[in-house]
């Protein structure tokens, strides 16, 4: 059973990249614009991985988590947080919205696809 | 090719000298396992072979030594260390290269012993060091996305892992979310691993959870698994040079022993019940742990009691060679799979019946010179005693190249002797079965060695005694084969636990092929036996329920128990399979010793009382039926 | 000689202490199939597994359904020379007496209906008739009456 990814970025050439490494690797991904996009598109349908950016314009990563996390649909899935600067507070408040793990940008497809991996199996 | 002859020579003399000297050396390395100037020196005698091989046009000789340097020098560079695997298969290596200097077209492959080697020094190499890991997740971890199935995988690819869970802190069934994370984990890496990987498992848990990671001690600690199989390669093998330390211990010692482990595993399977009613995880975690030592226990002392069969062919040899002087006729005796482990008591019991069946064979089986020689047999006739594991069973054959059996002189003898009738259609099968009944006796002459009254009914009954079952085959002109059928252990088996009507019995688990349902046609009908459909073929099946005579009314999803034994198939129909269970074999006093279907009865975990069903009768009694439809087919 | 009495079937039975293991309130009996009715069941004692038998069915006598007072009773009996642990069915133990053997008289020839090679003789206890029985012998017709009769046999005949 392939797996279905949920990813959450503005940039259309993020979301590209996410696209085509998870494809090449056997998972489905569905794009999200923003945190709202997203919060729609996971109260919708459930999800085996979420990835989301920090800095989205009508809702950030850090809000989309938390609103997620309420979600019935939310229960055991994890949450990858992306973020341009590597600052442990930010990390931190990630995690306690509920994000499981998180990655630095910019990152590779080696990276990304490790992460994931080890994520969502 | 004369001209090379001599050099060649030569080298063959030289490399049997190195092989010797490499032998020497491994033995010593054996006793200084540690002992890096053997090793160099055995690595060195090696180089020579090999060079001096390529030299000399011993092409095999050098690929072949090539790769055991290789492998050699893993150990001199300090990758890989010496253990007692890596010696044995090394030796092995010195007589495969000793059978590719006589002659490299007939030796076997020789890749085999190279990837055993590789194995034995893999091995070597992971048994060294290691991590004790022992982790908690914060309890909301699951809900959170984290799963500890992957974590523990992660782990695993760091290296062979044992992985123990830690359930203290599991709250009963009632008080527990099951989202919640709650077990905690306790994992032995070996091998060389770098504690920077176990916490790089753990990266997105860094600060929320306890991690503790310790060296792992001793490379053989208490969680070691207990080896679930006899291992008659280290009690029965000719070690060369200094054998394994043996002691010996009187035999009731050995049988005190297998009672005390028996009454272990009954108390274990109590405590076992007790555990999983209770609810009580902690309990039950320990529960688990006893009864896997108790099994551990079982095995040791069980394959303590194990003696080759070897022990008891040197009897033969001489009782062949006896007969082969009083009857004139030249006769060669071979055995086979002399180092077959059976238990002790099982063995001595066997003897006799086998004296008889190779008299039998020597006697009636193996025709005189001359006759022989009248179907361009060759002068010299052959018995043959071979023994192996089959399954839970080990099969033990005589074989004679004489006449083979005549069905109709035993279909004449047995009519003349009541056993059967004029009218009976016996198939080839039922005939040579008649054989083994009571007073019956094909030798057409007494002679002084066999066909005196006691014969085969006596072997029947004693191999019955054991559980086993004797099987005879025979092809008229070329020869007969009896086969013995013995379980390989006589005190405890796993059982398959079985319900009928509240009632309670256990099927050996070795015995049972598959469990089915009995489908809905079957179902309805209570009554004469039949058969089932299973993947295309046939299996004749019996209602337990009316067989034992039972009233109650069935459940509505009865099972079948695909049972076989020597080959053939029976299904028995039970209400419910209850459990697999560690099945304490006790004899059936004399009082039920007469009755059929039941080998002996066990004691289940809440002290009631269990028959275990006899599975070679009841096939026995499908074999029946399917020969009865057979009749009414050819009837019709 | 001591013996310890027991009622079965409305009957007073002595069996000499030599061959009593103990007496015990009634276990869970795991009955087996086909075994006619003397000797139909097996419990666990003390983790050995002993046949349970019913002399009642071997002296043709009427069987109670059990009560408070029903007992089972191990006993070590010798069969052929080799002596086997069996368990009967007591409908109540009464105690231990003295016994003496002076006094033990044969069984008279009429007025009953027990198989007079089951009984070794006739003795008196409080003023009744207690029957003593020739255990070795009701055990051993039953081995003997089960070796032909137990094969295994389907529906069929």
């Known amino acids: ?121 | ?636 | 000689m001591n013996v310890v009495t027991m009622r079965l079937g409305g009957e007073i039975m002595a069996i000499p202490t030599d061959c009593l293991r103990e007496i015990l309130e009634p276990v869970p009996v795991t009955r087996v199939p086909r075994a006619g009715a003397f000797s139909n069941s097996l419990i666990n004692v003390r983790g050995a597994v002993v046949p349970l038998a019913d002399l009642r069915v071997a002296f043709a006598m009427g069987i109670e359904p059990a009560t408070m007072d029903t007992r089972m009773v191990v006993l070590d009996v010798p069969i052929g020379g080799e002596s086997i642990t069996v368990a009967i069915i007591a409908d109540k133990v009464h105690d231990v007496s003295h016994f003496d053997p002076a006094g033990i008289e044969d069984l008279p020839a009429v007025g009953h209906a027990w198989p007079p090679d089951f009984i070794r003789g006739i003795g008196k206890w409080q003023n009744d008739f207690v029957i003593l029985p020739d255990l070795e012998t009701v055990f051993s017709q039953a081995v003997q009456n089960h070796a032909p009769a137990a094969s295994l046999s389907d529906k069929e005949t």
Not at chain 1, 64 to 72: A, D, N, V
Not at chain 2, 174 to 189: A, S
Not at chain 2, 491 to 496: E, F, S, T
Request: charged share 25%; hydrophobic share 45%; glycine share 8%.
């Open chain 2, 1 to 636: 090719m004369s001209a090379e002859a001599d050099p060649s020579a030569l080298f063959r003399q030289e490399a049997s000298e190195l092989v010797a000297s490499i032998e020497v050396g491994l033995l010593d390395l054996e006793k200084r396992e540690g002992d890096s100037e053997l090793i160099a020196s055995v690595f060195r005698d090696l180089h020579t072979v090999k060079g001096s091989g390529a030299m000399f046009g011993f092409t095999e000789v050098a690929a072949f030594v090539h790769e055991f340097e290789t492998a050699f020098d893993r150990l001199r560079r300090g990758e890989a260390a010496v253990n007692a695997d890596v010696i044995a298969v090394s030796l092995k290596a010195c007589d495969h290269i000793r059978g590719l200097l006589a002659d490299p077209a007939t030796a076997p492959a020789g890749k085999p012993i190279l990837d055993a080697l590789a194995g034995a020094m893999d091995s070597a190499a992971a048994s060294g060091a290691g991590l004790v890991v022992q982790v908690r997740l914060p309890a909301d971890a699951i809900r959170l996305g984290h799963h500890p199935r992957r974590l523990l995988d992660e782990l695993a690819a760091l290296g062979k892992t044992r992985i123990a869970a830690l359930p203290e802190a599991i709250p009963p069934l009632d008080d527990l979310d099951p989202t919640d994370c709650l077990t905690g984990w306790r994992v032995e890496i070996e091998g060389n691993v770098d504690p920077a990987d176990v916490e790089a498992v753990f990266v997105f848990l860094a600060d929320l959870i306890d991690l503790e990671i310790t060296p792992l001690g001793d490379p053989a600690p208490s969680m070691a698994e207990a080896p679930r199989e006899a291992t008659p390669a280290r009690t029965a093998a000719p070690a060369q040079g200094s054998g394994p330390d043996t002691m010996r211990v009187a035999t009731e010692r050995l049988d005190e022993l297998m009672d005390r482990v028996g009454e272990l595993v009954i108390a274990e399977a109590r405590l076992h019940s007790i555990a999983q009613t209770a609810g009580d995880s902690v309990l039950l975690v320990v529960a688990e742990d006893i009864q896997r030592l108790a099994e551990g226990l079982r095995d040791a002392t069980m394959s303590m009691r194990m003696v080759p069969i070897g022990s008891i062919t040197g009897r033969f040899r001489r009782l062949v060679r006896d007969l082969s002087t009083q009857l004139g006729r030249p006769i060669r005796f071979e055995t086979s799979g002399e180092d077959t482990e059976l238990d002790k008591t099982v063995i001595e019991l066997l003897a006799d019946p086998l004296v008889h069946i190779i008299r039998n064979a020597a006697d009636h089986g193996l025709e005189s010179p001359q006759e022989r020689q009248a179907v361009c047999k060759p002068e010299t006739g052959t018995i043959e005693l071979d023994a192996e594991y089959s399954g839970a069973e080990v099969l033990i054959r005589v074989r004679d190249d004489g006449r083979g059996l005549d069905p109709a002189k035993i279909r004449r003898r047995a009519i003349d002797r009541g056993l059967t009738t004029e009218d009976a259609q016996l198939s080839e099968a039922e005939l040579f079965r008649l054989v083994l009944e009571p007073g019956f006796s094909t030798a057409e002459r007494v002679t002084d060695l066999s066909g005196r009254g006691v014969g085969m009914d006596v072997v029947r009954r004693t191999v019955e005694d054991l559980r086993g079952q004797i099987e005879i085959a025979s092809e008229p002109g070329h020869g007969s084969t009896i086969t013995l059928r013995l379980p390989l252990t006589l005190a405890i088996i796993d059982g398959l636990l079985i319900e009928i009507g509240g009632e309670y019995y256990s099927i050996p688990l070795a015995a049972v092929e598959e469990c089915v349902e009995l489908p809905a046609p079957h179902a309805a009908a209570s009554g004469a036996s039949s058969f089932l459909n299973i993947r295309g073929s046939l299996v004749p099946f019996v209602r337990l329920r009316d067989l034992f005579a039972v009233t109650a009314p069935p459940s509505d999803f009865q099972k079948v128990v695909v049972v076989t034994s020597g080959g053939s198939r029976i299904g028995l129909v039970v209400d419910r399979i209850v459990a697999n269970n560690q099945t304490v074999i006790k004899q059936l006093s004399r009082l039920h010793a007469a009755l059929k279907g039941f080998s002996g009865a066990t004691i289940l975990g809440d002290g009631t009382v269990a028959l275990i069903l006899d599975v070679p009768q009841l096939v026995a009694l499908g074999r029946t039926i399917e020969d009865r439809s057979a009749r009414l087919e050819r009837a019709a």
């Open chain 1, 1 to 121: 059973m392939t797996k279905t990814i949920l990813a959450v970025d503005d940039s259309p050439s993020v979301r590209q990249m996410v696209q085509m490494t998870l494809k090449g690797a056997g998972y489905t991904v569905v794009e999200a614009v923003d945190g709202e996009d997203a919060l729609d598109k996971a109260r919708r349908g459930r999800f085996d991985a979420v990835i989301t950016d920090q800095n989205m314009p009508k809702l950030d990563g850090i809000g989309f988590i938390r609103r997620f996390r309420e979600l019935p649909t939310a229960v055991g899935v994890p949450v990858v947080f992306l973020s341009t600067e590597s600052r442990d507070d930010l990390k931190a408040e990630a995690r306690a919205a509920g994000a499981t793990g998180w990655m630095t940008k910019p990152f590779d497809q080696t990276m990304l696809l490790n992460v994931v991996k080890k994520i969502a199996g």
